[in-house]
């Protein structure tokens, strides 16, 4: 049997842990990488700029809930890439970044060697759960199974493993198989009781469904069925109690009626939700007056920001069915009933403006569009905000968003690796003039596989929001019109329909 190099044992290793795609774009110091790919049975997907190879990872991994993988050189690689690994650092999303570095004597020597940064792993640090180096084969193979360790039992974020060019081609040794994986934290039983405790005696209920919610939906519904609890979704959580369920909201806590509505809850129980600003789109502290109940497997956001009477750090699902276990006998009240709703959604709604009635008819027509499992990318845009509330979801991981990190040009990429994860389901790309600019390169990619992706294009000649922000300022609006390109003739160069 021939020794496999370290980048050729790597690739092997993915394979073991289930990784069929990897989206990158060769050079010369990831050979070694690349040569092990067809033996594997590892899918490559080639990229125009380094960018879209992170995005695409990025959108593998929000529709898949699988790692999302992506194979970089180092120096310029990782720079351009840098991007959509904040995105999904912001956004809680599995991602493995492998990439080649200088060799090992070379580092942090700024000797000028070819695609150099003298402390590569300083570059990516601040935006992974790990960013590390691989100074021998063994590590090298440890890191890719700490990695996966991560993403079965922590709450999601990059990983980044540098491999060395001088480790890359050193003859690896031992098994190539995946290690036996780590569980979730297990809830702890007293704050299970608390819960249950609180959820008997403290309605009426909003449940709160954020990003860490999504594999938990049948859980959520059952438990708000149980209570008669309203549900109210973020951004990221959209979808997990279905839109046309008599007990669901829409997002809308950004309007001043929904914010009201939360208030008067007797309990709040907020679901894998870090309370940011991005999650609700509001400057303020979410307005909790009533008890609240907080799951996640962060143990660090249980403790921020919000004094939880009960704080739970573990699966959300298996946090949701202990309540509901202990549920079983109790008087819970009679919850809230449709008029109640019905208020709710109205005054949720009362302070819709001009933008969102322009923008409804058109994101009615996409949901109409795609069907029941279809799902939707969207982009920093005027259009895709007001899609927080007015696109209905009837399942998680359908309408997608780049909520916290917020950069522009996220969609057309995270959509196309979407495509590459989920080939069963239809997929549509909502996205700003300004935003395509950024990725527009990946129209090819597109094409080059011929992906059934529709791209929606709101098309409005400037960046309308900051210019709105601007004019409210009185500031002159500088930088805010720039000339756009005829984006039908963009599509038919790229040999788009």
Known sequence: MTTLSTGEALIHLLKAYGVDTVFGMPGVHTLDFYRALPEAGIRHIGVRHEQGAGFMADGYARISGRPGVCLLISGP?????????????????????????????????????????????AVTAPITHFSEIATTPAQAMELVHRAFAHFASHRSRPCHISVPLNVLPQPSKGAIAAARLPGRPVPDSSALDAAASLASSCGPAVIITGGGSVDAAEEVRALAERLGAAVLPTIAGKGVMPADHPLSLEMTVDQPGTQSFICEAGLVIAVGTEFAEPDFWIPEPLPVTGKLIRIDIDAGTLARDWRADVAILGDAARSLDGILQRLEGRNTGPGYGSDALDKARGAGRSDFGSLERLHQPVIQAIRNALPPDGYCFTDMTQIAYSGYSLFPANRPRQWFFPAGYGTLGFALPAAIGAAFAAPERPGAVLIGDGGLQFTMAELATAVEHELPLAIVLWDNHSLKQIARFMREQQIEEIGVHPRNPD???LAQAYGMA
């Open 77 to 121: 690689g990782i720079t351009n890439a840098a991007t959509p690994i904040g995105q999904a650092y912001s956004d809680s999303q599995p991602m493995l970044v492998l990439s080649s570095v200088n060799s090992l004597a070379d580092l942090g020597m700024g000797r000028g060697r070819l695609h150099e940064i003298p402390d590569q792993r």
């Open 487 to 489: 984006f039908a003739t």
